[in-house]
């Protein structure tokens, strides 16, 4: 497993510089022209983000024919399948550990910068959300394809309950 890990973050560490070029103008319009509890969603939405990164490994795969190579390798599929549970999972806490972090930073160069008291309620969330997404697309992904699970259909049954049951939790519903 540590091998298709090691392979997926070299996809990703390829791709991630798309992710920096959205992430730094976020972070600086939200420091300094919007309120400061806006940055306070920072958690989640760096998980999500990430998320996003390592669902396009599954593009990735998909392109380079990776499913027919990868059944030549004495890996079982549980496997390769459970690598891409673990590789979402490492994808979102490392999002949501960059926005606390970036949070942090934005108390040392905004003095006046409170950190929000919804601010523990966001980073659930920013966990929660992502990962009961990916919880429902993993599935979709291996069952129908990347290519399938983009249309609209699919990003409605994989995203829509995790926002429903986050905000849920978030205002105990």
Request: glycine share 6%; charged share 10%.
């Amino acid at each position: 497993m540590k091998g298709l890990l090691l392979k997926d973050y070299y996809l990703i560490k390829s791709s991630v510089w798309m992710m920096v070029i959205i992430i730094i103008p976020l972070t600086l319009l939200q420091l300094f022209l919007f309120k400061a509890v806006l940055l306070s969603v920072t958690p989640l939405l760096f998980a999500i983000l990430f998320y996003l990164l390592a669902n396009n490994t599954f593009s990735i795969d998909d392109s380079s024919k990776w499913n027919k190579i990868s059944a030549t390798f004495p890996v079982s599929p549980k496997i390769l399948v459970g690598e891409k549970y673990v590789l979402h999972l490492l994808s979102i806490l490392f999002g949501t550990v960059l926005g606390i972090l970036t949070n942090y930073i934005g108390t040392i160069v905004k003095p006046d910068f409170q950190i929000s008291t919804y601010f523990n309620q966001v980073v659930i969330l920013g966990i929660i959300m992502p990962l009961l997404a990916g919880t429902i697309n993993l599935p979709l992904c291996y069952l129908f394809g990347k290519s399938a699970t983009l249309s609209p259909v699919f990003l409605i049954l994989s995203y829509v309950p995790a926002a429903v049951i986050g905000f849920a939790i978030r205002n105990r519903i």
